[in-house]
């Protein structure tokens, strides 16, 4: 029986793109949640040092 | 901390908007392949998420020679950045793979010399992140980082080769196909454009969080030597 027209891969096309945009915002927001941590510790130690001088 | 410099903050909006042009152009410019349908489109972010990894991993690499020649740490920190990188988009290639692989080779996996060699690289760099952890000594983690990013980089020709070495099943982008390759196709002109504006944007992008991750790397140290001072004192 002939094949009519291109599979219906709609639903895996949805499933790949959400892996591969998933991937990258994975990434992008464990970036963005480490900067965050750093810079909280930076203002932390910040503090101490200034409590530290007095 | 330094503030953002004015260029990065240029590259990373240009490396979104990229993106976005990227995507709908794989959406909706390029044409639905005649025979897998839709799930063909994932192919032009698949490649360029391996195509991302490899340079990824090349970069590591190249890091950690400079590392070994000249000693300095901010070599070890672009290794490092350059390898969290390099997994995620490996991650996103094999994965998205996988699910392009179901309906046309009707299987999530097969031990195919392409995928086996993909997911022996990633593995290789899951363990330099996770043997980096176990040393303390600065100086001894960035030789180490820089010798296993070297002897590492082998995985990377050898899964790109691994298609036109072996018997696979898996298409072949550039070059002849192997006989048994199932899901291969002729791109058309729109196909293609699409295809290498996808490899363009992702190399922007990775460009823009590689210098993302530099930066923030110089200031973990940077805190963190400000702890080891305070703890001292």
């Not at chain 1, 990434?27 to 909280?40: G, P, Q």
């Not at chain 2, 240009?14 to 005649?34: D, H, I, K, Q, W």
């Not at chain 2, 392009?100 to 997911?119: E, F, G, K, Q, Y």
């Amino acid at each position: 029986m002939a094949l009519e027209g291109p599979a219906q891969t709609f639903n895996y096309m949805l499933l790949g793109y959400g892996v591969i945009l998933g991937c990258i915002a994975v990434l992008v927001i464990s970036m963005l949640t480490r900067y965050r941590a750093l810079h909280r510790d930076q203002r932390m130690l910040d503090e101490l040092e200034t409590q530290a001088k007095r | 901390m330094q503030p953002i410099p004015r260029a990065l903050k240029v590259l990373t909006w240009v490396s979104a908007g990229l993106f976005a042009a990227a995507l709908l152009m794989t959406l909706f410019y390029a044409p639905r392949e005649a025979v897998m349908g839709d799930v063909q489109r994932v192919f032009y972010f698949h490649v360029a998420s391996g195509w991302v990894g490899g340079l990824a991993f090349l970069v590591a690499a190249g890091a950690g020679v400079i590392y070994l020649l000249r000693g300095s740490r901010r070599w070890d920190a672009v290794g490092l950045a350059s390898v969290e990188i390099g997994l995620a988009f490996t991650l996103a290639n094999l994965i998205s793979g996988s699910v392009w692989a179901r309906p046309i080779w009707n299987t999530w996996w097969t031990w195919d010399p392409r995928l086996v060699t993909a997911s022996v690289m990633e593995l290789v760099y899951i363990a330099y992140l996770l043997l980096r952890q176990g040393l303390e000594d600065p100086d001894r983690r960035a030789r180490f980082g820089a010798v296993y990013a070297i002897v590492g980089f082998l995985s990377v020709p050898l899964t790109f080769l691994s298609i036109r070495i072996f018997r696979t099943i898996h298409p072949v982008v550039v070059g002849n196909n192997d006989p048994t390759a199932q899901g291969a196709f002729d791109m058309t002109p729109p196909m293609l454009q699409t295809f290498l504006f996808s490899l363009f944007v992702f190399t922007v992008v990775y460009i823009a969080l590689l210098w993302h991750r530099v930066r923030m790397q110089a200031l973990a140290e940077a805190v963190e030597q400000r702890k080891m001072k305070l703890l001292s004192a």
